[in-house]
């Protein structure tokens, strides 16, 4: 049978090709813009190609009893909605996706939200959301017959693209900016067995090194500008969707980086409505860092009509990124839920990740600008105290250790950054104590922490 069911449709003109005729550097020929991926089938009503809402429910729920290694995946689980391989045989899988959904209890005794919860990403089998689109791409690469993939990381990314290329059995290089990415992310490159590239340049000037690349290599560019990655990321849209028994939250809130995530859980959630299986899509809101904020600039100017790059600083090195592939597409899903786009400082993501951390949960920096940025639209009145909010967590806590370290030994942030914060830092701060080695010390120590 052929699984293979997609074109690829360009966002910013409207042409289509086939997988075949897509560039190297996935932009159209026509317009310089992004793909995505399309299914003719799904938009005739009564085609035999368009997918039925109510066996697929309940479809995706025998799978979980399955002992199939397909059906483990919690993207492959859902291999109807993304059918881009010409055989489902060809999936590099690690058991991706299936990640939990935990009920933020402090977060939402302070924010006044009963319904607010976490959908934590870096409960991935390489700690972050990257994994759902790396197994898509991945065997869209492996099933098209390539040795080399490579891609241009702020880290999570190729940590996930070395341990995928690893499963498939191909070659992988990696091109990251030297000194600005979290050493946990590097340790899984090599780990995974990637040739990695640091070079003195920011993540965009990597992106755009390595385009120059893959134009004169027979490489797969395994970036977010590839549609495929997208396929894999829209998943954790359907597992919400699910987890909230088809009635989908009435906000999902994402931070913004490249902002090809954002743009994939818009497309998750738009492909469900559309296919009927829910019936409106959440609000998506996307949040950066102050320091990387082009999108907000953007929908301060012109609502998101035009872009200009910034030169990017922030210590959630993660989205670290001036110029992003996917704001166009971003800042559709925005403006077609209703959602906001919004930025918050680095003492503001310092707390909020030492908030999350507090809940036994524990992010990445990046990931936390979700519950800074949920704090502000709070104090807006954009989020109603009766809504059902989901977070979304990019990526583990041991990604960036030294970053966590620093906060709670109070050198991660300068005075200038916590003024008239001191006393909220000081209640969250846990720094490790030396004591003697005696029971007085121990029990004196604990006495100390106490309230
Ligand atoms: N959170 C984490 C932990 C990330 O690693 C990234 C992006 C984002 C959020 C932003 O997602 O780019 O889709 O808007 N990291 C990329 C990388 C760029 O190379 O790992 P986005």
Redesign the pocket.
């Known amino acids: 049978m052929n699984d293979n069911l997609h074109q690829l449709r360009c966002f910013g003109c409207g042409a289509r090709v086939t997988r075949g005729e897509a560039r190297p550097d996935f932009r159209c020929s026509e317009c310089g813009d992004l793909f995505e991926v399309e299914y003719p089938g799904w938009s005739q009503p009564k085609g035999n190609d368009r997918p039925n809402a109510g066996a697929l429910k309940w479809l995706w729920r025998e799978r979980r009893c399955s002992s199939e290694a397909l059906d483990h995946s919690g993207v492959w689980r859902f291999r109807e909605m993304l059918p881009i391989l010409d055989s489902f045989g060809n999936a590099v899988t690690l058991s991706e996706g299936n990640t939990p959904l935990y009920h933020l209890t402090r977060a939402s005794k302070a924010l006044g939200i009963d319904q607010l919860y976490a959908k934590h990403?870096?409960m991935n089998p390489t700690g972050?959301?990257?994994d759902t689109g790396m197994t898509a791409a991945m065997s869209v690469a492996k099933e098209r017959g390539f040795e080399w993939v490579a891609?241009?990381?702020?880290?999570?990314?190729?940590?996930?693209m070395a341990a995928y290329a690893a499963r498939a059995g191909l070659r992988s290089l990696v091109v990251?900016p030297d000194g600005k990415?979290a050493w946990g992310?590097l340790s899984q490159a090599m780990d995974y067995g990637a040739v990695t590239c640091t070079v003195k340049t920011d993540?965009d000037g990597c992106l755009k090194l390595l385009i120059q690349v893959v134009k004169e290599a027979h490489i797969y560019l395994l970036?977010?500008v590839n549609p495929y990655r997208l396929e894999g990321?829209k998943t954790p849209a359907f597992e919400i969707a699910e987890a909230f028994d088809w009635n989908v939250p009435d906000h999902l809130i994402?931070?913004?980086?490249?902002?090809?995530?954002?743009?994939?859980l818009g497309k998750g959630f738009r492909e469900l409505h559309q296919l009927g299986l829910v019936a409106r899509m959440p609000r998506i809101s996307?949040i950066q860092a102050e320091g990387a904020n082009p999108l907000v600039r953007s929908f301060a100017k012109d609502h998101g009509a035009t872009l200009e790059p910034v030169e990017a600083h922030t210590r959630?090195t993660?989205?670290r990124?001036g110029n992003?592939a996917?704001w166009r597409k971003?800042a559709r899903v925005i403006q077609e839920t209703g959602g906001w786009c919004l930025d918050v400082n680095e003492a503001e993501i310092a707390i909020a990740k030492a908030e999350l951390g507090a809940e036994g949960l524990g992010?990445?920096?990046?990931?936390a600008?979700t519950l800074a940025g949920l704090k502000k639209l709070r104090a807006q009145g954009a989020v109603e105290p009766g809504e059902t909010v989901v977070l979304l967590l990019?990526?583990h806590t041991l990604?960036d250790a030294d970053y966590t370290i620093d906060f709670h030994r109070g050198t991660l942030l300068k005075n200038e950054e916590t003024a008239g914060r001191e006393a909220e830092l000081a209640g969250l701060q846990r720094n490790a104590q030396a004591v003697d080695a005696t029971t007085h010390a121990v029990l004196a120590a604990m006495k100390d922490k106490v309230g």
């Open positions: 990403q870096g972050s959301f990257k891609c241009a990381s702020t880290g999570n990314t190729s940590a996930a990251i990415i992310k993540f970036n977010s990321q994402v931070p913004g980086g490249n902002l090809a995530n954002s743009s994939a996307v959630a993660a989205i990124i992003p996917s971003a992010c990445e920096p990046a990931s600008v990019t990526g990604k």
